[in-house]
């Protein structure tokens, strides 16, 4: 089984900036691809960004530039750096992880969002 916990939510004004951790109850090591997605009302969850155990990243188009997804295998975190941050980006941002022994995914309870002014 893994947790992952997410953290650093909240209200920010448009064009801001807000940083999202995600901790993992076990190494990270073995959790390949790890992610960020999110879900506005009334839409699908979507994809934000990933970040694979070798470092490479992909991010949705509507987010490059302005999103940085990184991870730290000594902490057990990863981490979503927003800036420039737009109210269409105002939604539950989930964490979720590929647990490599098992194969199987899992996710983080979310953390809001909220662009706002």
Do not use: H
């Amino acid at each position: 089984q893994v947790q992952l916990v997410e953290s650093g939510g909240g209200l920010v004004q448009p064009g801001g900036s807000m940083r999202l951790s995600c901790a993992a109850s076990r190494s990270i090591v073995s959790l390949n691809p790890m992610g960020w997605y999110r879900q506005a009302p009334g839409k699908q969850r979507e994809l934000v960004a990933t970040i694979t155990s070798g470092g490479s990243t992909n991010y949705a188009d509507s987010v490059k530039g302005r999103f940085t997804i990184s991870r730290d295998n000594a902490k057990n975190t990863v981490w979503l750096q927003m800036n420039s941050l737009e109210p269409g980006d105002t939604a539950v941002y989930y964490c979720n992880a590929r647990w490599v022994l098992a194969g199987t995914y899992y996710w983080g309870q979310g953390t809001q969002v909220t662009v706002s002014s």
